[in-house]
Nanobody, 126 residues
Framework: HVQLVESGGGSVQPGGSLTLSCRISGLADSNYCMGWFRQAPGKEREGVATIVNGGDIAYADSVKGRFIISQDSTKKIAYLQMVSLKLEDTAMYYC?????????????????????WGKGTQVTVS
């Protein structure tokens, strides 16, 4: 039973910073990606950042230079460091995972491509 649990959301002023965490458990495959998605009210869920096997990383253009995705040494916890937050970063942020992945591809930014999801953590910039 795969579980992803996010934490670290909250409210922050524009220009502020937050770090989200996602802990994954129950995954059998040692090759997988962990990604962060977000969904604002009335908008589709969009991929923000993804990391594959602790190394290969990609970002959405909207967050490049402001967000950093990383994993701990066990690859069981993924982090999303967010700086210079903007009003438009306000959304529910979800952690997701997909097994059997060896390298980054654009498809990893598609929500329907992911196998497992967390329940989300709210980020509000105001």
């Amino acid at each position: 039973h795969v579980q992803l649990v996010e934490s670290g959301g909250g409210s922050v002023q524009p220009g502020g910073s937050l770090t989200l965490s996602c802990r994954i458990s129950g995954l059998a495959d040692s090759n997988y990606c962990m990604g962060w998605f977000r969904q604002a009210p009335g908008k589709e869920r969009e991929g923000v950042a993804t990391i594959v096997n602790g190394g290969d990383i990609a970002y959405a253009d909207s967050v490049k230079g402001r967000f950093i995705i990383s994993q701990d040494s066990t690859k069981k916890i993924a982090y999303l460091q967010m700086v210079s937050l903007k009003l438009e970063d306000t959304a529910m942020y979800y952690c997701a995972a997909k097994e059997g992945i060896h390298w980054v591809g654009k498809f990893l930014f598609l929500s329907y491509a992911m196998d497992y999801w967390g329940k989300g953590t709210q980020v509000t910039v105001s």
